[in-house]
């Protein structure tokens, strides 16, 4: 018998988290043929997608995929996304969260067949500020104009 990945159960944990802290859940995915997603907001391979209760109708997680519906540009759109697709999921607003390793077939390349792939690893904890930083980066010409803002910590 193969031992069951613990991503799932993370995640279900994470989210479960956030919605009762009242912040609002994000899931970082990494996109393939497998997910259905709206593609017009995929970048570089990957999308951040909002899986608050406010967002999403009919959420369901569980060991193999999340699937919901949602509105991308007012058009209503079912989303299924493998959980070995799964890259992270952190709070909007703190950036707390978990992200995870991509996993690896024996050819080297991308696997995200949730229902076939063998229990998935689970990176070490990342920086929150590290990974949000990926997640939310900023096109090269935004970055050269300075901001008014300021950071506190």
């Given at each position: 018998m193969s031992e069951q990945s613990a991503k799932p159960y993370l995640v279900r944990a994470l989210y479960e988290w956030c919605v009762e802290q009242g912040y609002t859940p994000y899931l970082a995915v990494r996109v393939d043929t497998k997910t259905r997603v709206p593609t017009g907001?995929?970048?570089?391979?990957?999308?951040?997608l909002n899986v608050g209760p406010l967002a999403t109708h009919q959420l369901t997680m569980d060991?193999?995929?999340?699937?919901?519906?949602?509105r991308f540009n007012g058009q209503s759109q079912e989303v299924a996304v493998p959980f070995a697709a799964v890259i992270g999921i952190f709070a909007k607003e703190t950036g707390y969260g978990m992200?995870?390793?991509?996993?690896?077939?024996?050819?080297?390349?991308?696997t995200t067949d949730g229902a076939s792939a063998p229990a998935l690893g689970i990176a070490a904890p990342v920086s929150v500020k590290?990974?949000?930083?990926?997640?939310?980066?900023?096109?090269?010409?935004?970055?050269?104009?300075?901001?008014?803002?300021?950071?506190?910590k």
């Open positions: 907001f995929v970048k570089n391979g990957e999308i951040v060991n193999d995929w999340v699937l919901f519906n949602a992200g995870f390793q991509p996993t690896l077939d024996a050819a080297g390349s991308d590290e990974k949000s930083k990926k997640l939310t980066s900023v096109p090269s010409a935004a970055k050269s104009k300075v901001s008014h803002l300021k950071v506190i």
